[in-house]
T-cell receptor, first 110, second 114 residues
């Protein structure tokens, strides 16, 4: 079945630096969603991408959906301590179910 | 408005005992999902309910796990004869239905089996 892979598993970032996390699917996705889970918290929806090549921004976060709709990326600029947490991407595995990636856990060095 | 609620927030039980975990989804959400998250790990799908359709139980790890959803609203996840490897956070999520829609997660129940 459809699987979503995320890399890297861990990202250690110096405060103020940029980084990118990547999500790859074995099949074409109708849409892709991104969630953030703060330490000790639960996943919270960030954004959904639907169109091929779509780019969406939320302040310092930039989300992209690949042209072939099989990959996505999340780029964070000028990382802050508030960015700490685990970022999950998720794609539909059927009409009602999402397949979540394993997540990228971000830590920030002040 | 009210989000997804789960109870209890923490549960400590002895190996071999049965436990019930409860999830109250957002009103009007037709889809309800259960996930398991072990420490530092990703989200493991367990089961989902969609409207009046038969639930998708493909993620349940063993026949000790079962779930029901009454009246299309509240759901209960039951684990019988708990084992230490069942220790994890159990997360419930609800959505408007199809996988196009975002999922809203509850705060989770942390289960510890001693």
């Amino acid at each position: 079945g459809q699987q979503v892979m995320q890399i890297p598993q861990y990202q250690h970032v110096q405060e103020g630096e940029d980084f990118t996390t990547y999500c790859n699917s074995s099949t074409t996705l109708s849409n892709i969603q991104w969630y953030k889970q703060r330490p000790g918290g639960h996943p919270v929806f960030l954004i959904q991408l639907v169109k091929s090549g779509e780019v969406k921004k939320q302040k310092r976060l930039t989300f992209q959906f690949g042209e072939a709709k099989k990959n996505s990326s999340l780029h964070i600029t000028a990382t802050q301590t508030t960015d700490v947490g685990t970022y999950f991407c998720a794609g539909p595995s059927n009409d009602y179910k999402l397949s979540f990636g394993a997540g990228t856990t971000v830590t920030v060095r002040a | 408005g009210a989000g997804v609620s789960q109870s209890p927030s923490n549960k400590v039980t002895e190996k071999g005992k049965d436990v019930e975990l409860r999830c109250d989804p957002i009103s009007g959400h037709t889809a309800l999902y259960w996930y398991r998250q072990s420490l530092g790990q990703g989200l493991e799908f367990l089961i989902y309910f969609q409207g009046n359709s038969a639930p998708d139980k493909s993620g349940l790890p063993s026949d000790r796990f079962s779930a029901e959803r009454t009246g299309g609203s509240v759901s209960t996840l039951t684990i019988q004869r708990t084992q230490q490897e069942d220790s994890a956070v159990y997360l419930c999520a609800s959505s408007l239905g199809r996988s196009y829609y975002e999922q809203y997660f509850g705060p989770g129940t942390r289960l510890t089996v001693t």
